[in-house]
């Protein structure tokens, strides 16, 4: 079983920055996917990055560039830095974990399909 909790969402303005956090616990290891998603209000959930070990990281279109994914596997936590914040970056950010590979598919993928999910953070970025 895997425990996942988010932290550090706020309000920002636009072209700001924030960096929330999922901090991991239970039988989880480097080798699984972790995954970051958003859903805004009226929308479908979508996946917005990825990492499994520190050498495969992936990111949605929308958000390559201003985005960071990484981890402190000494802390189990998974790190998002948000850069040149967008109003449409706003939404529930939520982590999950998944150990079964095909980790982009899993991610980016029509289907949020990962085993384990954080309650999430909200993310409000003003205009």
């Known amino acids: 079983q895997v425990h996942l909790v988010e932290s550090g969402g706020g309000s920002v303005q636009a072209g700001g920055s924030l960096t929330i956090s999922c901090v991991a616990s239970?039988?989880?290891?480097?080798?699984?996917?972790m995954g970051w998603f958003r859903q805004a209000p009226g929308l479908e959930r979508e996946g917005v990055a990825a990492?499994?070990?520190?050498?495969?990281?992936i990111y949605a279109d929308s958000v390559k560039g201003r985005f960071t994914n990484s981890r402190d596997n000494a802390k189990n936590t998974l790190y998002l830095e948000m850069n040149s914040l967008k109003p449409e970056d706003t939404g529930m950010y939520y982590c999950?974990?998944?150990?079964?590979?095909?980790?982009?598919?899993?991610?980016?993928?029509?289907?949020?399909?990962?085993?384990?999910w954080g309650e999430g953070t909200l993310v409000t970025i003003s205009s």
């Open positions: 999950a974990a998944d150990r079964r590979g095909f980790c982009r598919a899993r991610v980016m993928g029509a289907v949020s399909d990962m085993e384990y």
């Open positions: 239970g039988d989880v290891t480097t080798n699984y996917c």
């Open positions: 990492i499994v070990r520190d050498d495969y990281i």
